[in-house]
Every structure is written in structure tokens, then in C-alpha cells.
């Protein structure tokens, strides 16, 4: 593969640019992955403007460039998301691992990347002691209005112990998700559970779609997605941070049926709803424990 082409290095909308070094070696571009160090090679599936690389010591897969935050994501989440729906599949979230990890009231929780706030004040009504991150300001006005505690920072600012921390479609937008793990378990109690979401790249789904997986490149563009992480991935970054990589659940199994039907015939909606509630699916919930 010849080196890295100028659409990689050129910025994308001025807010992407390189990160680290790669060069070619042996008539390969190699470069650092930035989970583990090790070196990393050009991944099968590749986009225009997004080069992926895999790392072949912890299998990251990942784009080798840094997203500068603003308030696209958000922008684009208040045009994309419907307040209702997102409401209910956060509730059948929280329902879903409250039941299976038998949380009790008074839990302490995180929500990183909380946007404006739904999971915790759904968790805050379900008697859960709730704080919030975001990277962005965009929602900080909304926060005070409905007195929600959550301030703006990334993981590696917030202080305090918790039962569970949460990152619901978050650790794809990090440059550095081994220490984004590391900071979930410094952040837990002995005992407490990380619940990670995000999108597995060595799914069935994934495989099958190939550069068609709508999670290489989201709705707020080319470089928002960076890290692509596998079970495999997922238990190496647990292991090393101190944390026990306990199941990977699909991150549909507890989205309500109801949440298929739009814009779908029933027919679609139930085998969707079936088929993304297996181990075919692309989206994942990585659940880590931290040893007492």
C-alpha cells in the first residue's frame, strides 16, 4: 500500500488532523496504536477519507487522527433524535441492568457523555444518586434548568467513587480508549460495574456490511467514529486497567420493540428486532466488573 494519501492528512472540515506518525515499512504504512503502542497495519475496510488501521497486539481498530469536539454531535442529535423514543429505550436500558445487576436505591452513578442529561434523570427517578460529563457546554444551560449534576470535562476530570459508571455510544469518539477504561476503573467501587456501548467491529454485522456498516462514519461525519473496539479488544483494555470483562450483551437486546416500527413495516421490524437482539448484531454493551 503506497503511504498515506493527502486526503488523510488534509483537515476535514478544519477540525480533523494527524495524530502520532506513520510511515511505510517493508511497502506497508504502519503507526502506533494508541491503545497499547504497538504497531498497527492498514485494517481490510477502508473509507474515503477515514484510513483504518489494527492493531496487532490488542486488535484495536482505529483511525489515527484526533476529532476536535464541538457541538456537531449534538447539533446532530437534536435533529436525529427523537426526545420520546430515546426516552423509553433509555428506560429499558436502565431497567434491563438494574434487573440483571440488581441495583438498589441510593446507587451511585455515572453517566459519561450524558448530552442533556435523559439517563440521569430517568436514573435519578428510579432513586439512583446520579452525576454527570460531557465534553461539551452545548446542554450546560439545559442542566441547571432541570438540576441535573453534570459538568464539562472528559472522564479523566472527574472525581469521586461510584457503583456504576456508564458510556453509551462514547469510547468510539475517544483518541485514547485504553485510558479512558483505566479512568472507568479508577472511578469504580470494588465491586461496581462499567457498562460500555458502542459498536463491535468483528460482529457478524459488521463482516457482512463491510464499508456499508453505518458505524464507521456516523450522522456528524467522517472522523467522529476513531475507535472500533471487539470483545477481544475490550477484555485486554479490562484486564490491564484492573477490570473483569463479564459478558457483551447486544446493545438492542433491551430496546423496546415499538422503537422498530418507525419508518418500518411490521414484517422488517420483527426481524430486526430479533436479529439484533443476537450475537449477530453490530452494537454492544461490554460489561466490566471491578473486583472487590
Known amino acids: 500500500m503506497a503511504v498515506l494519501d493527502a486526503k488523510w492528512a488534509r483537515a476535514v472540515d478544519g477540525r480533523i488532523g494527524l495524530v502520532g506518525s506513520a510511515g511505510p515499512v517493508g511497502g506497508q504504512v504502519r503507526t502506533p496504536c494508541p491503545g497499547c503502542g504497538s504497531e498497527a497495519f492498514p485494517f481490510s475496510v477502508q473509507l474515503p477519507g477515514l484510513k483504518l488501521f489494527r492493531c496487532r497486539g490488542c486488535h484495536l481498530i482505529f483511525a489515527p487522527i484526533k476529532y476536535e469536539h464541538d457541538h456537531r454531535y449534538h447539533e446532530s442529535r437534536v ?11 433509555i428506560l429499558a436500558f436502565l431497567t434491563y441492568w438494574r434487573a440483571r445487576l440488581r441495583w438498589q436505591t441510593g446507587t451511585r452513578l455515572l453517566d459519561v457523555g450524558c448530552a442533556e442529561g435523559r439517563l ?10 446520579c452525576r454527570g460529563v460531557d465534553v461539551s457546554d452545548f446542554y450546560e444551560a439545559h442542566w441547571r434548568a432541570r438540576g441535573i449534576d453534570a459538568q464539562v470535562g472528559d472522564i479523566s476530570q472527574v472525581r469521586g467513587s461510584f457503583d456504576v459508571v456508564v458510556a453509551r455510544q462514547v469510547i468510539e469518539h475517544v483518541t485514547q480508549p485504553f485510558d479512558f477504561i483505566t479512568n472507568a476503573a479508577r472511578l469504580l467501587l470494588p465491586g461496581g460495574s462499567a457498562l460500555v456501548e458502542t459498536g463491535d467491529p468483528d460482529s457478524v454485522q459488521a463482516r457482512l456490511s463491510g464499508p456499508r456498516w453505518s458505524y464507521w462514519i456516523p450522522a456528524e461525519g467522517v472522523g467522529a467514529h476513531v475507535s472500533f473496539i471487539g470483545r477481544r479488544t475490550a477484555a485486554t483494555f479490562g484486564q490491564r486497567a484492573g477490570l473483569e470483562l463479564r459478558g457483551s450483551v447486544p446493545s438492542f ?18 426481524i430486526g428486532f430479533v436479529l439484533h437482539r443476537t450475537a449477530l448484531s453490530g452494537g454492544r454493551c461490554y460489561w466490566f466488573i471491578k473486583p472487590a
Request: net charge positive.
Open 120 to 129: 440521569l434523570e430517568a436514573a435519578r427517578m428510579l432513586g439512583f444518586i
Open 79 to 89: 435533529a436525529n433524535v427523537e426526545s420520546e423514543p430515546d426516552a423509553r429505550n
Open 253 to 270: 437486546k433491551y430496546r423496546p420493540f415499538a422503537s422498530y416500527l418507525r419508518g418500518r413495516s411490521f414484517l422488517k421490524a420483527g
